[in-house]
């Protein structure tokens, strides 16, 4: 049988040792799972877009690469249907909880910014373009993105909302 002095000296080591890693591992785990972490790789599904002659069904494939840091991320997602085309590229950089990049419509020949804001549900930005802006809102669970982009301005895009599942 143990005493109670020989108990507590190892107790006090192991928690001594525990204590001491414990940060080293939360550190690790922040500097692995930087803002856009979550985001890398290949994405596929489907959704609408509204315009002024109405409302038609998309199908969507993104591809997200993010630095090893997740700090920074360059998206390339392409949508299209019948008589519709998007093909959107994406630059973009975290600073805290905020971010900041440019944008290319490829098919329109129209270039942006964006900026906004990144939760822990996933990001809450604006588009600025030439003659339009739109809010853009990417809710991110698992495996599993919805995207909606909100336009206002000259334009016939009313709105789009995709999701997209992880492939």
Not at 23 to 48: I, K, L, M, N, Y
Not at 89 to 112: C, H, L, M, Q, Y
């Amino acid at each position: 049988m143990f005493s109670r002095c020989s108990v507590l000296p190892t107790q006090k080591i192991v928690l001594a040792i525990v204590l001491l890693l414990m940060p080293a591992s939360t550190f690790a785990q922040q500097h692995e799972v930087g803002a856009f972490s979550r985001f890398a790789g290949d994405w596929s599904g489907e959704g609408t877009v509204k315009t002024s002659a109405g409302s038609e069904r998309i199908r969507c494939k993104a591809h997200y690469t993010v630095t090893p840091d997740g700090a920074s991320l360059e998206q390339a997602l392409r949508c299209a249907s019948d008589s519709y085309k998007l093909d959107v590229r994406t630059k973009v950089a975290a600073t805290g909880p905020r971010f900041a990049g440019k944008w290319n419509e490829v098919s329109r020949d129209t270039i942006g910014n964006i900026s906004g804001s990144i939760t822990p549900m996933g990001i809450r930005g604006r588009i600025d373009g030439i003659g339009f802006t739109a809010d853009l809102a990417i809710l991110i669970q698992a495996n599993r993105q919805s995207v909606t982009i909100d336009p206002e301005g000259a334009t016939d895009i009313s709105q789009v909302a995709i999701t997209l599942t992880r492939i």
